[in-house]
Nanobody
Framework: QVQVAESGGGLVEPGGSLRLSCAAS????????MGWFRRPPGKQRELVAE???????NYSESVKGRFAISGDNAKNTMYLQMNNLKPEDTATYLC?????????????WGQGIQVTVPS
């Protein structure tokens, strides 16, 4: 079917940058929607950034101006460029695709990747 793999997380000092990648592989015709979510320690999952392909990205207020979502349809991959990272950005980051497949559409999640910004 479809596999989703995230990469690029880690430990970064405040003010630093990271770039997360999320690649989908398998039975895929095209990407319809891509989104990044995060789950801070002890909190519920929240939206970070999202984009319908060909449309304007949407960002949470807490990351607007610091993070940027982008995608490469040819590679079935999305990215999250994170700049000026803050301790409150510490979370498990999850990517989400809505994909057009040969005979259907489907939503798929990555396994989650840790980003830690120490205070």
């Amino acid at each position: 079917q479809v596999q989703v793999a995230e990469s690029g997380g880690g430990l970064v000092e405040p003010g630093g940058s990271l770039r997360l990648s999320c690649a989908a592989s398998g039975s895929i015709d095209s990407i319809i929607y891509m989104g990044w979510f995060r789950r801070p320690p002890g909190k519920q999952r929240e939206l970070v950034a999202e984009m319908d392909v060909g449309d304007t990205p949407n960002y949470s207020e807490s990351v607007k101006g610091r993070f940027a979502i982008s995608g490469d349809n040819a590679k079935n991959t999305m990215y999250l460029q994170m700049n000026n990272l803050k301790p409150e950005d510490t979370a498990t980051y999850l990517c989400n695709f809505l994909l057009r497949q040969p005979r259907s559409t489907g939503t798929f999640w990555g396994q989650g990747i840790q980003v830690t910004v120490p205070s």
